[in-house]
């Protein structure tokens, strides 16, 4: 170790006695950090992530350690010091060890002044500190490699141009190995074996923040092959060309071989392997979590999951290939064998490829791509298929991928959130084969149906329904069913084990009155218990047995787990619209809403007019309720005082179509909403506007005048209207926001919570403004005047205050039409008094009953989605998320919820300004070049101090 210590501290001293240290790392600096502020547009981008910044580390590291490693034996051969070098009691391997170190020493030194970028970014931004170690780990690891190869040339030859110029050459082509220029001309297979290769593609998982064994190892092995191949050149150089030489020459070459060898079977033996990683990341994005495991180790049914990939595909899309294969086959490893993987070129089998375009409907797709001298187009598949029973679900590489744009005119391809895309798949089609039978015999928990009827107190046109019950239950609880029992208990009868009083309070069962004046009451209820969990069922006298079966085995489906959930979805009807650029097309559709549900969950489009809503919805959500009328609101109203779950986007405002048609913008007062309905529940919607400083911008048209003319142009302009939403005032932990970088909410009204009516209930405030914000009348004009206020377009307050904006509550609600008449649908030929029945509403919910509201009911509709996507920003997928999020978190899917926060999903900085960026360019600059120049001033120093070099290696030049 001494010896090793001497000869690195020589060459660090010769580096830093000089100004080739300031010239070599300066140069990498400014490479290193103008990538990363101007080509990468770190602050246009918007994320708090340092990926940028590694991911040019492959190609600036290839010419720094050219720089350093050119003159370590090249100038020795030169100076003719080798020869002395060889003639000392040292060992050449610790000549090629010192020398080694004292460049990775320079690297490292290098790495660490570059350290200032991810500090500067976790203060303006929740940055994740796991890829940014594993992106150092794996830049020591890749530079390691490169001064190996370095050295090993160096020592080939006595110029330094040339070794500088053959070590990029040899470094370019371990890194061009696996690009994606190259790879993108073969087929998969040969492109997974070139990006094996490649130095750059082996660097890719590092740089996301994932430490795979292999990838070690391939670092680790290129650094010892050379390394030993440079100690085998300067043994060369010692030998003569004589006979007694030739078994020495041999043997060493020989060695050199079983090295290389030794060091190939070692990357081809763990090359299969997948289990050998670390995942640095802080929500462990790139690992299965226990969930899927759980799922998958608990599958009755064999379960198929085959990729369709074209030999030939995008080269963007080729990289993701392996990752794909490699986390399938974790599935298949976490399932216990339970899950069959296959991957497929369609090309190749045309009776695999009909299979695939007939039974599901998995098609080619066409990718265009463009090269220097000409453009083409691929029809390449990209899909993977889940199939379970009957059942199957198709992920095509929409459903699989997420572009970002980096740089000008560079983008980055990379899977969303593969993890959670397939378990969700799997979730679906599992769920959705699983019949009621067999719900019944996996179930732990035991199942208890009871109906409490009175049968003697019973109205005549409810006098059957006792013996429709009992029909029903036959049919949908068969013989022997383990685990189930069914009771009839009557209220009334001495004995009985459960009076009125415990109806009403255990499961909030109030008395029927026979009649709209009798003061006689009857009960005809159902509950199903699954365990702790109680489902209500309500039989009506127009319920036919096919019906009430429907019901009960509804219930089961929502008390039991191993059925796909359902999602009522109600929206306004779409009205025509013109207007602007990116305004185009009819207000009040949510297509988009109804797609990212569907992926999860059965989603079904309710009527409310009836009054009633099917028992088979699990969560009901509201976009933009308005127009409805009294029976509608009690349809809402007693869904969720049977437990359900709802989700109410209501603003008090919405766009005005009639405005959009005229070419200018404006929102209007909606009417019949859900406005006396939420207040009765402790949540008032003002009737007002937020606005916030902190908010998306927004492309508006703007006039500008040219001379005489005026042109009329859209712009990217702050728009307050559109309130941005960061993580900082959502609230923490809670799995509604998780996951979320944050959100827009457009023409948002503020909420205010009632403490009285909201008391007992676990009420979470899930979004609020910035602030900065502020509350305007709904009557102001929100197209902007920059006429009157040029900045902004609208009118600033001195004041600002902070709004609520969507807000989460979950217990026991008491009924809007507690004590009067129920209403009913009007029926052709009826009157409007006929407008009420003598049953009663239930009055009080159980305390799973769960209720979002949200002060905008725009922010999900297709049309305002399309400006967001319009301007570039792909803030809209937030917004699904979100409702995503607030879904899974009514109907209790956890486990989903969990893998979605688990997702990579970006994190946004804080707002800056343009002179705070420019100043943390220039910290970043300065702070290093102040530490570079302070070491190598300090090594000249003691270089004039020392005397003649001295190795005290047991010898003195």
């Not at 180790?297 to 993701?320: C, D, V």
């Not at 008032?684 to 902190?694: A, W």
């Not at 008391?759 to 403004?769: E, F």
Request: charged share 20%.
């Amino acid at each position: 170790m001494t010896q090793l210590a001497a000869v690195a501290r020589k060459e660090l001293r010769a580096y830093f006695g000089s100004p080739m240290a300031v010239i070599f790392l300066g140069t990498f600096l400014v490479a290193a950090f103008f990538s990363f502020f101007w080509i990468e547009g770190f602050f246009a981008r918007n994320l708090a992530d340092t990926r940028p910044l590694f991911r040019w580390f492959p190609v600036l590291l290839i010419f720094l350690v050219a720089a350093l490693t050119m003159r370590q034996w090249s100038e020795e051969q030169k100076m003719g010091t080798l020869e002395i070098l060889l003639t000392l009691p040292v060992r050449p391997t610790y000549l090629v060890l010192g020398k080694f170190m004292a460049v990775q020493g320079l690297v490292a030194i290098a790495l660490l002044l570059t350290l200032g970028l991810p500090i500067t970014v976790s203060m303006i931004g929740d940055l994740d500190w796991g890829p940014v170690a594993g992106g150092y780990m794996g830049a020591i690891l890749l530079s390691g490699a490169y001064v190996a190869m370095g050295l090993f040339v160096s020592s080939k030859t006595d110029n330094q141009i040339i070794a500088l110029i053959s070590t990029v050459l040899l470094c370019s082509v371990f890194y061009l190995a696996g690009s994606s220029e190259l790879t993108g001309l073969v087929g998969t297979r040969t492109a997974e074996i070139m990006a094996s290769i490649g130095t750059g593609s082996r660097f890719y998982s590092i740089e996301r923040g994932v430490l795979d064994l292999r990838d070690v190892i391939y670092y680790l092995s290129l650094t010892t092959l050379f390394l030993v191949l440079n100690v085998a050149s300067l043994e060369s150089k010692r030998w003569s060309t004589g006979r007694q030489t030739v078994r020495y020459r041999r043997n060493t070459v020989l060695g050199a071989v079983l090295v290389g060898l030794n060091l190939l079977a070692l990357n081809l033996w763990l090359y299969p392997s997948s289990n050998f990683r670390v995942d640095l990341t802080e929500e462990g994005q790139y690992s299965i979590s226990d969930t899927t495991r759980d799922l998958v180790r608990n599958l009755q049914e064999p379960l198929l999951i085959r990729g369709y990939f074209s030999s030939r595909t995008h080269p963007l899309l080729a990289p993701l290939v392996p990752t794909i294969r490699d986390t399938i086959q974790e599935y298949v490893v976490a399932s216990g064998n339970r899950i069959t993987a296959e991957f497929v070129d369609p090309r190749e089998d045309e009776e695999l490829e009909a299979e695939a375009n007939q039974n599901y409907g998995i098609r080619p797709v066409p990718f265009q791509v463009a090269g220097r001298y000409e453009a083409s187009i691929i029809n390449s598949y990209f899909d993977i298929l889940i199939k379970y029973g009957d059942q199957h679900v198709v992920l095509n590489f929409r459903d699989l991928i997420e572009i970002q744009p980096h740089g000008d005119t560079e983008i980055d391809v990379r899977l969303r959130n593969l993890e959670y895309d397939l378990t969700r798949s799997i979730k679906k089609v599992v769920y959705g084969f699983q019949s009621i039978d067999a719900i019944l015999a996996q179930s732990t928990k035991p199942i208890r149906l009871i109906a409490f009827i009175t049968p003697e107190a019973l109205p005549p046109e409810l006098a059957g329904m006792p013996d429709l019950i009992r029909k029903a239950v036959g049919q949908v609880f068969k013989e022997g069913s383990r685990n189930v029992k069914f009771e009839e208990v009557n209220p009334d009868v001495p004995g009985s084990p459960v009076s009125r009083k415990d109806l009403e309070e255990k499961y909030g069962f109030q008395p029927m009155a026979r009649s709209l004046f009798s003061e006689d009451t009857f009960f005809l209820y159902l509950a199903l218990e699954v365990g702790d969990r109680i489902e209500k069922i309500f039989p009506s006298p127009d319920m036919t047995e096919s019906e009430l079966r429907e019901e009960i085995e509804a219930a089961v489906k929502r008390g039991a787990s191993g059925f796909l959930k359902t999602v009522g979805l109600w929206a306004p009807p779409p009205e025509p619209a013109g207007g602007p650029v990116g305004m185009r097309g009819p207000v009040s559709t949510y297509r988009l809403v109804q797609e990212q549900l569907g992926q999860n969950y059965n989603v079904q489009l309710v009527d409310l007019s009836k009054g009633r809503i099917s028992g088979d919805i699990n969560v009901l959500a509201l976009m933009a309720p308005q127009g409805l009328s009294e029976t509608e609101r009690f349809a809402i109203d007693q869904f969720l005082m049977r437990g359900g779950s709802v989700i109410a986007a209501a603003g008090t405002y919405g766009l005005d179509s009639a405005s959009l048609q005229s070419g200018s913008l404006g929102v209007k007062e909606v009417r019949d909403g859900l406005d006396a309905l939420l207040k009765h529940y402790g949540i008032s919607i003002g009737k007002s506007l937020v606005m916030d400083l902190q908010n998306e911008p927004f492309p508006l048209p703007v006039v500008r005048r040219v001379g005489m003319f005026q042109v009329r142009e859209i712009r990217q302009m702050d728009y307050p209207f559109f309130v941005d939403i960061r993580r900082d005032t959502m609230a923490p932990a809670h799995p509604i926001v998780a996951n979320l970088p944050a959100i827009t909410m457009q023409w948002a009204s503020p909420l205010a919570l009632d403490d009285e009516a909201l008391k007992g209930k676990v009420v979470t405030i899930l979004l609020r403004s910035s602030d900065r914000s502020w509350q305007v009348d709904g009557g102001i004009n929100i197209q902007p005047d920059f006429e009157r206020f040029p900045e902004l377009g609208f009118s600033v307050p001195p004041e600002f205050e902070r709004s609520i904006i969507a807000v989460a509550v979950k217990g026991s609600f008491s009924s809007f039409f507690g004590g009067k008449p129920v209403p009913v649908p009007v029926r052709e030929g009826e009157d409007d008094s006929a407008t009420t029945t003598s049953l009663s509403p239930l009055e009080t919910s159980p305390d799973s009953a769960r209720l979002v509201v949200i002060g905008s009911g725009e922010f999900l509709n297709d049309l305002v989605m399309n400006i967001s996507r319009s301007s570039g920003q792909d803030r809209f997928l937030n917004s699904l998320d979100f409702l995503q999020n607030a879904v899974d978190w009514s109907v209790e899917d956890e486990d989903l919820l969990a893998i979605r926060s688990r997702g990579s999903h970006a994190r946004l900085l804080a707002p800056t300004t343009r002179e705070r960026q420019s100043l943390m360019e220039w910290l970043n600059y300065g702070g290093a070049f102040v530490f570079l120049v302070g070491i190598t001033g300090i090594g000249a120093l003691r270089r004039r101090r020392e005397t003649p070099m001295n190795l005290d290696m047991g010898g003195t030049v």
